[in-house]
């Protein structure tokens, strides 16, 4: 999936990285992105960050902070993980202790 992601980055096909780029090479790419994100990922923090600042300054007095994950677009893996994360804590906050 990295290559796809690298070849859209540099205006190339995935065959041509293949043909053109080493392993060694295409090693240092994925450490650089690992080191800097390029791509619709750090477009889209991008645009929540503008999006969450945008919505502090106009909210309410009594209204709790935005933040950017707020804004985040999130495809349908990442929500469906997200709302698991928050049914598990909810039961685990209610959960009734037995002793013994």
């Not at 992601?5 to 295409?26: C, F, H, N, P």
């Not at 889209?44 to 502090?56: C, D, E, G, K, R």
Request: without cysteine; aromatic residues 12%.
């Amino acid at each position: 999936m990295f290559k796809f992601k690298l070849a859209l980055a540099l205006g190339r096909t995935v065959a041509e990285i293949d043909q053109t780029m080493t392993s060694t090479e295409l090693s240092y790419w994925m450490v650089f992105y690992a080191l800097h994100p390029f791509g619709p990922e750090r477009d889209n923090l991008h645009a929540a960050i503008i999006a969450s600042t945008l919505a502090n300054v106009n909210r309410g007095k009594n209204q709790p902070a935005f933040s950017a994950e707020d804004f985040m677009i999130k495809n349908q893996h990442e929500k469906r993980s997200a709302e698991t994360k928050n049914v598990l804590a909810f039961f685990a906050a209610h959960a009734v202790k037995k002793d013994g």
